[in-house]
Protein backbone atom coordinates (compact mmCIF):
# COMPACT_ATOMS: atom_id res chain seq x y z
CA UNK A 1 0.00 0.00 0.00
CA UNK A 2 1.19 3.95 -1.26
CA UNK A 3 1.11 6.14 1.31
CA UNK A 4 -2.11 8.46 1.54
CA UNK A 5 -3.42 11.33 2.20
CA UNK A 6 -6.67 10.80 4.11
CA UNK A 7 -9.40 12.83 3.59
CA UNK A 8 -12.26 13.69 6.48
CA UNK A 9 -15.26 14.88 4.61
CA UNK A 10 -17.21 15.00 7.37
CA UNK A 11 -14.84 16.79 9.27
CA UNK A 12 -14.38 19.66 6.70
CA UNK A 13 -18.27 20.01 7.05
CA UNK A 14 -17.99 19.92 11.08
CA UNK A 15 -15.32 22.85 10.51
CA UNK A 16 -17.56 24.74 8.73
CA UNK A 17 -20.44 24.58 10.91
CA UNK A 18 -18.28 25.44 13.13
CA UNK A 19 -16.77 28.72 11.23
CA UNK A 20 -20.38 29.26 10.53
CA UNK A 21 -21.76 29.51 14.03
CA UNK A 22 -19.04 31.21 15.61
CA UNK A 23 -19.07 33.95 12.62
CA UNK A 24 -22.76 34.29 11.62
CA UNK A 25 -24.40 36.73 10.58
CA UNK A 26 -21.24 36.83 8.21
CA UNK A 27 -21.35 34.44 5.28
CA UNK A 28 -18.36 32.11 4.82
CA UNK A 29 -16.37 31.42 1.38
CA UNK A 30 -14.07 29.17 1.56
CA UNK A 31 -10.65 29.68 0.48
CA UNK A 32 -8.85 26.51 -2.10
CA UNK A 33 -5.96 28.58 -3.51
CA UNK A 34 -2.46 26.01 -3.80
CA UNK A 35 -5.41 23.32 -4.64
CA UNK A 36 -6.91 23.84 -1.07
CA UNK A 37 -3.14 23.26 0.73
CA UNK A 38 -2.64 20.40 -1.17
CA UNK A 39 -5.81 18.55 0.01
CA UNK A 40 -7.42 19.08 -3.74
CA UNK A 41 -9.78 22.00 -4.61
CA UNK A 42 -12.51 19.91 -6.31
CA UNK A 43 -12.80 17.69 -2.57
CA UNK A 44 -13.11 20.79 -0.37
CA UNK A 45 -15.31 23.20 -2.95
CA UNK A 46 -17.95 20.32 -3.19
CA UNK A 47 -17.68 19.40 0.44
CA UNK A 48 -18.06 23.06 1.09
CA UNK A 49 -21.11 22.78 -1.04
CA UNK A 50 -22.47 20.05 0.12
CA UNK A 51 -22.66 21.69 3.52
CA UNK A 52 -24.58 24.97 2.01
CA UNK A 53 -21.07 26.84 1.67
CA UNK A 54 -21.48 28.96 -1.33
CA UNK A 55 -18.75 31.12 -1.57
CA UNK A 56 -15.31 29.74 -3.21
CA UNK A 57 -12.23 31.78 -3.22
CA UNK A 58 -9.95 29.82 -5.56
CA UNK A 59 -7.15 32.42 -6.11
CA UNK A 60 -6.28 32.00 -9.89
CA UNK A 61 -9.01 31.44 -12.71
CA UNK A 62 -8.10 28.73 -13.93
CA UNK A 63 -9.08 26.60 -10.80
CA UNK A 64 -12.57 28.52 -10.83
CA UNK A 65 -13.10 27.59 -14.25
CA UNK A 66 -12.43 24.10 -13.46
CA UNK A 67 -14.92 23.93 -10.11
CA UNK A 68 -17.54 25.69 -12.73
CA UNK A 69 -17.54 23.18 -14.98
CA UNK A 70 -17.77 20.25 -11.99
CA UNK A 71 -19.69 22.30 -9.59
CA UNK A 72 -22.42 24.40 -11.68
CA UNK A 73 -24.04 27.56 -12.04
CA UNK A 74 -24.95 27.65 -7.90
CA UNK A 75 -21.65 28.62 -6.24
CA UNK A 76 -19.93 31.96 -6.10
CA UNK A 77 -16.37 31.70 -7.00
CA UNK A 78 -14.00 34.12 -6.51
CA UNK A 79 -10.49 34.85 -8.17
CA UNK A 80 -8.33 37.67 -7.26
CA UNK A 81 -5.05 36.56 -9.02
CA UNK A 82 -4.46 39.29 -11.94
CA UNK A 83 -5.07 37.33 -15.30
CA UNK A 84 -4.65 37.43 -18.56
CA UNK A 85 -7.24 38.65 -20.54
CA UNK A 86 -8.21 35.43 -22.50
CA UNK A 87 -8.67 34.32 -18.89
CA UNK A 88 -10.74 36.92 -18.07
CA UNK A 89 -12.80 36.61 -20.99
CA UNK A 90 -13.12 32.70 -20.15
CA UNK A 91 -14.02 33.72 -16.32
CA UNK A 92 -16.75 36.31 -17.79
CA UNK A 93 -17.89 33.47 -19.50
CA UNK A 94 -18.43 31.45 -16.48
CA UNK A 95 -19.83 34.06 -14.08
CA UNK A 96 -16.68 33.97 -11.85
CA UNK A 97 -16.35 36.91 -9.64
CA UNK A 98 -12.91 39.08 -10.31
CA UNK A 99 -10.91 40.43 -7.33
CA UNK A 100 -9.40 43.29 -9.09
CA UNK A 101 -6.37 45.18 -7.03
CA UNK A 102 -5.16 47.88 -9.90
CA UNK A 103 -6.15 50.23 -12.34
CA UNK A 104 -4.73 48.47 -15.10
CA UNK A 105 -6.64 45.34 -14.42
CA UNK A 106 -9.53 46.94 -14.03
CA UNK A 107 -9.13 48.58 -17.23
CA UNK A 108 -8.54 45.34 -19.11
CA UNK A 109 -11.08 43.47 -17.12
CA UNK A 110 -14.24 46.50 -18.22
CA UNK A 111 -12.79 45.82 -21.65
CA UNK A 112 -13.09 42.14 -21.88
CA UNK A 113 -16.76 42.79 -20.54
CA UNK A 114 -17.29 44.65 -22.94
CA UNK A 115 -15.52 43.37 -26.25
CA UNK A 116 -18.20 40.35 -25.07
CA UNK A 117 -21.14 42.37 -24.52
CA UNK A 118 -21.63 41.38 -21.23
CA UNK A 119 -21.39 42.23 -17.74
CA UNK A 120 -18.67 40.90 -15.07
CA UNK A 121 -19.18 41.25 -11.26
CA UNK A 122 -16.18 42.97 -9.69
CA UNK A 123 -14.24 43.25 -6.44
CA UNK A 124 -12.53 46.11 -6.00
CA UNK A 125 -9.10 45.05 -3.40
CA UNK A 126 -8.08 48.53 -1.65
CA UNK A 127 -4.43 48.42 -0.45
CA UNK A 128 -4.76 48.64 3.01
CA UNK A 129 -1.15 48.38 3.87
CA UNK A 130 -0.16 45.45 2.56
CA UNK A 131 1.47 47.21 -0.68
CA UNK A 132 0.85 44.15 -2.41
CA UNK A 133 -2.30 43.92 -5.41
CA UNK A 134 -4.15 46.56 -4.17
CA UNK A 135 -5.64 50.05 -5.55
CA UNK A 136 -3.76 52.54 -3.38
CA UNK A 137 -6.45 54.90 -1.01
CA UNK A 138 -4.79 57.97 -3.80
CA UNK A 139 -6.79 56.21 -6.77
CA UNK A 140 -9.29 54.85 -4.75
CA UNK A 141 -11.85 57.04 -6.33
CA UNK A 142 -10.84 56.99 -9.55
CA UNK A 143 -11.17 53.68 -9.65
CA UNK A 144 -14.66 53.56 -8.19
CA UNK A 145 -15.83 56.69 -10.38
CA UNK A 146 -14.41 54.59 -13.56
CA UNK A 147 -16.31 50.56 -12.34
CA UNK A 148 -19.62 53.15 -11.56
CA UNK A 149 -19.25 54.03 -14.88
CA UNK A 150 -18.89 51.00 -16.56
CA UNK A 151 -22.04 49.19 -14.13
CA UNK A 152 -24.45 52.31 -15.69
CA UNK A 153 -23.15 51.08 -19.38
CA UNK A 154 -24.06 47.35 -18.47
CA UNK A 155 -20.18 45.92 -18.35
CA UNK A 156 -19.72 45.90 -15.06
CA UNK A 157 -21.46 45.23 -11.64
CA UNK A 158 -19.61 46.23 -8.38
CA UNK A 159 -20.30 43.79 -6.52
CA UNK A 160 -18.01 44.38 -3.42
CA UNK A 161 -14.93 46.32 -1.53
CA UNK A 162 -12.72 43.89 -0.39
CA UNK A 163 -8.67 43.80 0.94
CA UNK A 164 -6.29 41.70 2.98
CA UNK A 165 -4.69 42.25 6.74
CA UNK A 166 -1.20 41.19 7.55
CA UNK A 167 -2.27 39.82 10.84
CA UNK A 168 1.34 40.54 11.89
CA UNK A 169 -0.35 42.77 15.11
CA UNK A 170 -3.48 43.62 16.58
CA UNK A 171 -2.43 47.43 15.89
CA UNK A 172 -1.79 47.01 12.10
CA UNK A 173 -4.80 45.16 11.74
CA UNK A 174 -6.21 47.97 13.46
CA UNK A 175 -4.81 50.60 11.17
CA UNK A 176 -5.96 48.75 7.92
CA UNK A 177 -9.74 48.55 8.99
CA UNK A 178 -9.35 51.88 9.78
CA UNK A 179 -8.40 52.66 5.80
CA UNK A 180 -11.19 49.83 4.61
CA UNK A 181 -13.78 51.89 6.43
CA UNK A 182 -13.11 54.82 4.96
CA UNK A 183 -12.57 53.11 1.40
CA UNK A 184 -15.90 51.61 1.79
CA UNK A 185 -17.90 54.71 2.92
CA UNK A 186 -15.75 56.49 0.14
CA UNK A 187 -17.46 54.20 -2.75
CA UNK A 188 -20.41 54.13 -1.20
CA UNK A 189 -20.50 57.89 -1.39
CA UNK A 190 -19.71 58.13 -4.69
CA UNK A 191 -23.10 55.67 -5.50
CA UNK A 192 -21.65 52.16 -5.41
CA UNK A 193 -24.32 49.43 -4.00
CA UNK A 194 -22.10 46.73 -2.42
CA UNK A 195 -23.33 43.08 -2.27
CA UNK A 196 -19.95 42.77 0.29
CA UNK A 197 -17.32 43.73 2.28
CA UNK A 198 -14.67 41.46 3.04
CA UNK A 199 -11.33 41.90 4.73
CA UNK A 200 -10.63 38.98 6.91
CA UNK A 201 -8.51 35.52 6.46
CA UNK A 202 -8.39 32.64 9.17
CA UNK A 203 -6.75 34.11 12.22
CA UNK A 204 -8.72 37.72 12.33
CA UNK A 205 -11.81 36.01 11.02
CA UNK A 206 -12.12 33.99 14.26
CA UNK A 207 -10.29 36.23 16.84
CA UNK A 208 -11.13 39.82 15.77
CA UNK A 209 -15.11 39.82 15.12
CA UNK A 210 -15.07 43.38 15.00
CA UNK A 211 -12.88 43.52 11.72
CA UNK A 212 -15.14 41.12 9.60
CA UNK A 213 -17.15 42.26 6.84
CA UNK A 214 -20.05 40.69 5.14
CA UNK A 215 -18.02 37.55 4.17
CA UNK A 216 -15.11 35.97 5.29
CA UNK A 217 -12.04 34.07 4.01
CA UNK A 218 -11.18 31.54 5.44
CA UNK A 219 -9.02 28.39 4.34
CA UNK A 220 -6.46 26.90 7.26
CA UNK A 221 -8.66 27.12 9.94
CA UNK A 222 -11.32 25.12 8.10
CA UNK A 223 -8.66 22.67 6.75
CA UNK A 224 -7.91 22.19 10.43
CA UNK A 225 -4.77 23.63 10.41
CA UNK A 226 -4.49 26.18 13.31
CA UNK A 227 -1.95 29.66 13.43
CA UNK A 228 1.63 28.45 13.79
CA UNK A 229 2.20 29.13 17.71
CA UNK A 230 -1.13 30.04 17.93
CA UNK A 231 -3.89 28.52 20.03
CA UNK A 232 -6.01 25.59 19.99
CA UNK A 233 -9.93 25.61 18.70
CA UNK A 234 -11.53 23.84 20.23
CA UNK A 235 -14.16 23.29 17.89
CA UNK A 236 -12.14 22.75 14.65
CA UNK A 237 -9.79 19.43 14.04
CA UNK A 238 -8.07 18.65 11.21
CA UNK A 239 -9.37 17.30 7.97
CA UNK A 240 -6.67 15.50 6.72
CA UNK A 241 -4.05 12.53 7.60
CA UNK A 242 -1.01 11.20 6.43
CA UNK A 243 -0.48 7.66 6.52
CA UNK A 244 1.82 5.43 5.62
CA UNK A 245 2.38 1.08 5.94
CA UNK A 246 5.19 -0.68 7.85
CA UNK A 247 7.54 -2.11 5.13
CA UNK A 248 10.28 -3.57 7.26
CA UNK A 249 10.67 -4.70 10.97
CA UNK A 250 14.09 -4.37 12.39
CA UNK A 251 14.56 -5.37 15.98
CA UNK A 252 13.53 -2.14 17.46
CA UNK A 253 12.83 -0.06 14.55
CA UNK A 254 10.47 -0.04 12.07
CA UNK A 255 10.88 1.26 8.58
CA UNK A 256 7.71 2.76 6.67
CA UNK A 257 7.18 3.64 3.05
CA UNK A 258 7.53 7.34 3.25
CA UNK A 259 10.31 10.34 2.61
CA UNK A 260 11.87 13.33 1.85
CA UNK A 261 10.63 12.30 -1.83
CA UNK A 262 7.49 12.32 -1.38
CA UNK A 263 7.66 15.59 0.52
CA UNK A 264 8.45 15.24 3.80
CA UNK A 265 10.70 17.46 5.21
CA UNK A 266 13.78 15.38 6.84
CA UNK A 267 14.29 18.14 9.05
CA UNK A 268 11.55 16.13 11.29
CA UNK A 269 13.56 13.53 11.67
CA UNK A 270 14.31 13.00 15.76
CA UNK A 271 11.67 15.69 16.58
CA UNK A 272 8.42 14.29 16.51
CA UNK A 273 6.08 11.33 16.90
CA UNK A 274 3.95 9.37 14.94
CA UNK A 275 0.66 7.61 15.53
CA UNK A 276 0.98 3.81 15.46
CA UNK A 277 -1.55 0.86 16.49
CA UNK A 278 0.45 0.84 19.64
CA UNK A 279 0.28 4.71 20.47
CA UNK A 280 2.63 7.33 20.26
CA UNK A 281 6.70 6.50 18.96
CA UNK A 282 9.34 8.20 18.02
CA UNK A 283 9.98 9.46 14.49
CA UNK A 284 13.79 8.50 14.37
CA UNK A 285 15.16 9.79 10.43
CA UNK A 286 13.38 10.50 7.18
CA UNK A 287 15.61 9.11 4.40
CA UNK A 288 14.47 9.65 0.89
CA UNK A 289 12.00 7.02 -0.06
CA UNK A 290 11.50 5.76 3.79
CA UNK A 291 11.18 6.42 7.28
CA UNK A 292 12.58 5.00 10.78
CA UNK A 293 10.06 4.75 13.30
CA UNK A 294 10.68 3.07 17.09
CA UNK A 295 8.90 -0.28 17.15
CA UNK A 296 6.42 -2.04 19.31
CA UNK A 297 4.92 -5.24 20.17
CA UNK A 298 3.28 -7.01 17.20
CA UNK A 299 4.65 -4.46 14.73
CA UNK A 300 3.16 -6.27 11.25
CA UNK A 301 4.14 -5.52 7.73
CA UNK A 302 1.34 -3.30 6.48
CA UNK A 303 0.32 -1.26 9.75
CA UNK A 304 -0.44 1.37 9.22
CA UNK A 305 1.59 4.78 10.65
CA UNK A 306 -0.04 8.36 10.86
CA UNK A 307 2.73 10.69 10.02
CA UNK A 308 -0.07 13.54 10.58
CA UNK A 309 -3.73 13.51 11.75
CA UNK A 310 -6.47 14.74 13.84
CA UNK A 311 -4.84 13.75 17.16
CA UNK A 312 -5.49 10.65 18.09
CA UNK A 313 -3.65 7.67 19.65
CA UNK A 314 -0.37 10.04 19.77
CA UNK A 315 -0.44 11.50 16.45
CA UNK A 316 1.00 15.06 16.03
CA UNK A 317 -1.21 17.66 13.75
CA UNK A 318 -0.37 19.65 10.75
CA UNK A 319 0.44 22.57 12.86
CA UNK A 320 2.55 21.08 15.27
CA UNK A 321 5.31 19.29 13.09
CA UNK A 322 5.49 22.53 11.19
CA UNK A 323 6.45 24.47 14.34
CA UNK A 324 9.09 22.20 15.51
CA UNK A 325 10.58 23.12 12.22
CA UNK A 326 10.11 26.77 12.17
CA UNK A 327 7.26 26.66 9.52
CA UNK A 328 3.47 26.65 9.10
CA UNK A 329 1.19 23.79 8.78
CA UNK A 330 -0.09 25.04 5.16
CA UNK A 331 3.47 24.54 4.23
CA UNK A 332 3.42 20.63 5.54
CA UNK A 333 0.45 20.13 3.29
CA UNK A 334 1.54 21.84 0.11
CA UNK A 335 4.87 20.14 0.04
CA UNK A 336 3.53 16.55 -0.14
CA UNK A 337 4.16 15.24 -3.57
CA UNK A 338 1.28 15.39 -6.04
CA UNK A 339 1.55 12.07 -6.94
CA UNK A 340 0.47 10.47 -3.15
CA UNK A 341 -2.89 9.32 -3.26
CA UNK A 342 -5.52 10.96 -2.13
CA UNK A 343 -8.81 9.63 -1.11
CA UNK A 344 -11.85 11.14 1.13
CA UNK A 345 -13.12 8.60 3.79
CA UNK A 346 -16.39 9.12 4.45
CA UNK A 347 -19.40 10.20 2.62
CA UNK A 348 -20.91 14.06 2.38
CA UNK A 349 -24.67 14.34 3.11
CA UNK A 350 -25.76 16.65 0.71
CA UNK A 351 -27.91 19.30 3.25
CA UNK A 352 -27.83 22.16 0.63
C1 LIG B 1 -4.80 32.80 1.51
C2 LIG B 1 -5.80 33.86 1.52
C3 LIG B 1 -6.92 33.76 2.36
C4 LIG B 1 -7.12 32.62 3.32
O1 LIG B 1 -6.08 32.59 4.27
P1 LIG B 1 -6.13 31.51 5.46
O2 LIG B 1 -5.13 32.02 6.42
O3 LIG B 1 -5.75 30.20 4.83
O4 LIG B 1 -7.50 31.50 5.98
C5 LIG B 1 -7.85 34.78 2.31
N1 LIG B 1 -7.72 35.81 1.46
C6 LIG B 1 -6.65 35.94 0.64
C7 LIG B 1 -6.57 37.12 -0.25
C8 LIG B 1 -5.66 34.98 0.65
O5 LIG B 1 -4.61 35.11 -0.16
Request: proline share 4%; aromatic share 4%; glycine share 10%.
Amino acid sequence: MPPSIVLRSSQLVANLDALRAHTSPAEPMLVVKDDAYGLGAQWAAETAMHAGVSWIGTYDVGTALALRETLGTVPRLFAWATSADDEVAQAIRADIDLGVGSMDYLERVIAAAERLGRSVRVHLKVDTGLHRNGIAPAEWAEAVRRTLGAERVGSVRLVGVWSHLAEASDAEDDAAQALFHIAVREAEELGARLEHTHLTASAATWERPELRGSLVRVGAFCYGVRSADGPEIAELAPVASLTAPVVAIDGDEVTVGIGSLDGLPSSLSGRVTVGTPAGARALLSIGLTSTRIASWTGAAIGDEVVLFGPGRVGESSPTTLAETIGTVGEEILTRLAPGIQRRATDEIVDRA
